[in-house]
Every structure is written in structure tokens, then in C-alpha cells.
């Protein structure tokens, strides 16, 4: 997860500037705070997430209590991006699907990149019930998958709300990926087809051939110009500092510039699925 360890270091380095800064070694707070160093290493490189008491107790230790609130905020922010997906699909994955229900009601503009699947918003119910599965599955959650695909269909009645922007962008690889059966993915494809001559929504197609000036590292959601969410394997992460953000649609808007639209991208899902079957 990088981007959650890039702000763990983050944190880290600015706890050692502070030490550095009262002219105090590692091994030297370490004595005052009565740690052993390896704890002091760890926070200041990253590798362990400090407490709130941490946080206290080194600005204290370093004579500089007036960073307590600062650092403390950078914390709050890394431990909301962390949400364990166990503690999230706890209550299903139906409980999952209203959640996003509910922030994509609140969002006015929607911007969507994946890599690997296709967005829960443009999913059939027959493609819903096999990703939902495979969750459930891979967590050991209770089997809920009927209302789970219930509910993800509801969702998708935000795509014919004027009043909202979606714009959807996907590589070629999303349509190429066998992660449902052959029949499954055909009827998966008929819909992006259908999809794409939308006109409350963009669904933008990236095709193999395309040169990228940016590379497709993962899938990610932008919510207005407040949220990043992006989906690890173990976690969610949701990124609400603005550097972070604005990095993110910049992104976007790279990718979404080299993707084609319309019947340039009917073309492409058509070409797909003349190989599938």
C-alpha cells in the first residue's frame, strides 16, 4: 500500500526533524522517554505507526508541545486512510454497497480508473454476483450475495441523474480478464456497448495499443475534489489531504485523455468480445 506508507514516513520524518531540531540523538530520547532506540528508529523511518500518546510524549520529550496538534492531525488523517475490510464487509457486503449509496449521493462529480474490473456502477447483476462472491470468499464473510447484487443494482440509479457528472475510464485489460465465465463477461460486454452511448455519463476505453504518457498503476475513485478511495486487496484507503487529491485528478485527466469514447470505444469492447465468443 503505498501510499499509506508513504505518509507513515511522512509523519516519521517530521518527528525526527523535531529531535534534530532540540539537538537531541535517538539514543538520547530514547533515555529521556524511557524507550528502547529501536522504538525511536522505527517511528522515524516508518516502519511502526506512532500513538497519539507517542506523539505527545516526543514533543514534549524534544521541548516543542506546540507541533502536538499538527502531528496529531497528519495521524487522524493516516488512520482513517487504513479501514480493514473485514471490519468494513463485517456486516456484509450489502452493508458495503449502501455505504457507497450513500457517498456517491452526496458527490456531484465522479471520476472513476480501473485496471483490472469493471466498476460496480456499470456492472451486470450476473458480473456483480461472481466479484461479490470472490469477496466473500476471500474474507469469510457471510454469505449475503443476493442482497449484496440487490443493493449494487440500486446503486446504479445515480447514472441517470442529470444533475451528476460520471466519467468512467478503463483499460482494454478490464474487458479482457476472465474473472467470470465466458457467457458472463459476453453479457458484461453488451452492457458497456450500451454503456457507452450514455449520454449522463462518459465510459472512456484505453485500448492495448494506446501510448500512455502515464502509467496505469492501480484503479482509483475521485469524489468531487474531498476523497480518493482506492481498493488494495487487504484495505481501502481513503485519501483526503488536497496534494493528494489534486495529484490524483491530475492522473485522471492523463489517463482520460488517451482514451477513446463513443463509437471509438464500442469499437474496441465490440472487438473484445468478437474474441470471446
Excluded: N
Aim: glycine fraction near 6%.
Amino acid at each position: 500500500m503505498p501510499r499509506l506508507r508513504e505518509a507513515r514516513e511522512a509523519l516519521g520524518l517530521q518527528l525526527r526533524e523535531l529531535r534534530q531540531d532540540a539537538g537531541m540523538t535517538g539514543t538520547a530520547l530514547a533515555e529521556r522517554l524511557g524507550w528502547p532506540q529501536s522504538k525511536v528508529s522505527k517511528l522515524e523511518t516508518g516502519r511502526q505507526t506512532p500513538t497519539a500518546a507517542d506523539i505527545r510524549a516526543w514533543t514534549h520529550g524534544v521541548g516543542h508541545d506546540a507541533a502536538t496538534p499538527a502531528l496529531l492531525a497528519r495521524l487522524d488523517v493516516l488512520e482513517t486512510m487504513y479501514a480493514e475490510w473485514r471490519r468494513r464487509l463485517g456486516a456484509g457486503t450489502s452493508a458495503r454497497q449502501r455505504a457507497s449509496i450513500s457517498l456517491e449521493a452526496r458527490a456531484t462529480h465522479i471520476r472513476a480508473f480501473e485496471t483490472t474490473v469493471v466498476p460496480g456502477l456499470l456492472q451486470t447483476p450476473d458480473y456483480a454476483r461472481h466479484r461479490l462472491a470472490q469477496s466473500i470468499a476471500r474474507h469469510g464473510l457471510r454469505d449475503d450475495v443476493d442482497e449484496g447484487v440487490r443493493v449494487r443494482m440500486q446503486r446504479q440509479e445515480v447514472l441517470y441523474r442529470p444533475d451528476k457528472r460520471l466519467h468512467f475510464v478503463l483499460t482494454e485489460s478490464v474487458l479482457r480478464y476472465r474473472l467470470c465465465p465466458a457467457e458472463v463477461m459476453a453479457g458484461q460486454l453488451d452492457r458497456l456497448i450500451a454503456l457507452c452511448s450514455m449520454s449522463t455519463i462518459r465510459v472512456g476505453v484505453i485500448a492495448f495499443e494506446t501510448e500512455l504518457t502515464e502509467s496505469p498503476k492501480h484503479g482509483f475513485w475521485i469524489f468531487d475534489e474531498e476523497r480518493v478511495l482506492v481498493e488494495t486487496v487487504a484495505a481501502e484507503l481513503t485519501l483526503t489531504q488536497p496534494q493528494e487529491i489534486a495529484l490524483y485528478r491530475q492522473v485522471f485527466d492523463r489517463l482520460a485523455s488517451t482514451a477513446s469514447y463513443g463509437a471509438d470505444a464500442r469499437r474496441v469492447i465490440t472487438r473484445t468480445l468478437d474474441d470471446l465468443v
